[in-house]
């Protein structure tokens, strides 16, 4: 009696001390975050990460992938060569059947020149002529994809911000102030020596674009991935390249319609 007793005890006091060294689990128990952990004890704060939207990015030249050394002849029967082309495209979103828009999650405040503080979603992306793949954000929700939309620029271009204030680390679109919507390098002139420069700002109810993309799938926890094909042709042929001047801001383009598209 006395030996079972203390075997008694002794469970008594292993429990004890194993419970003495537990320590709490502070985990994040939101079910559509990439790190979600059902064992944790209880929700911790602002630790979850969530699943990214990565654009695979194909550049053509019409039918062709993009190439420094292909000649591109305009409607005016002007030919050029496009050297290279940075532009943002903003203001992304995706419609998801029955469940409003899939959206990111980041958002950073900026400061304009007249001291308004201007408060935007990070929902943009950074193209060259170079890029391969590029990143969109996090985004928390998932369903079923039906169509994406935003826009060629960005979207307080036309707001003056303080040099310090620069909404991204690349500052090659930014002048005077505010940012243009795309840059084009490019070789023009009879023998294609002629390196030129110019800026475009898109009129306002162009730069807008909206694109189907059918039964693309967004599963909760899971990167989601997009093509993202834009045809520089369908913008470089539409140019009157005698008239243009190197360094010009043009003002007066129309976004063709065909310019960017979405698929899987």
Same mark, same amino acid.
């Given at each position: 009696m006395i030996k079972s007793t203390g075997i008694f005890l002794m469970v008594i006091l292993l429990g004890a001390s194993l419970n003495s060294c537990y320590e709490i689990q502070d985990v994040c128990l939101d079910e559509l975050a990439t790190n979600f952990d059902i064992a944790g004890d209880t929700a911790c704060e602002d630790c979850c990460s969530y699943p990214t939207v990565t654009f695979q990015v194909l550049h053509k030249l019409g039918d062709v992938s993009y190439g420094q050394d292909t000649i591109v002849y305009t409607l005016t029967g002007d030919s050029l060569k496009l050297n290279r082309a940075i532009l943002f495209i903003d203001d992304l979103s995706f419609d998801v *059947?029955? /469940?409003g828009k899939l959206e990111v999650q980041e958002e950073a405040v900026y400061e304009a020149l007249d001291g308004v503080e201007l408060t935007r979603?990070?929902? =943009?992306? !950074? *193209?060259?002529t170079t890029s391969s793949f590029t990143t969109l954000g996090t985004i928390r929700e998932n369903g079923e994809v039906e169509s994406v939309s935003g826009h060629v620029g960005i979207a307080h271009s036309d707001i003056p911000l303080e040099a310090e204030s620069l909404l991204f680390d690349y500052d090659s679109l930014y002048l005077n102030s505010s940012y243009l919507d795309m840059k084009l390098f490019m070789k023009i002139g009879d023998s294609l020596q002629q390196d030129i420069s110019v800026g475009i700002r898109f009129n306002e109810a162009n730069i807008s674009f909206q694109d189907t993309v059918l039964s693309v799938a967004k599963f909760p926890r899971e990167n989601f991935s997009v093509k993202l094909n834009i045809n520089y042709l369908s913008l470089l042929e539409i140019? =009157?390249?005698? #008239? *243009? #001047?190197?360094?010009?801001?043009? /003002? =007066?383009?129309?976004?063709? !319609?065909? !310019? *960017? /598209? !979405?698929y899987r």
């Open positions: *059947i029955g /469940n979603k990070e929902d =943009d992306v !950074f *193209i060259t140019l =009157d390249i005698s #008239t *243009i #001047t190197e360094g010009e801001i043009l /003002n =007066d383009i129309q976004l063709p !319609f065909n !310019f *960017i /598209n !979405f």
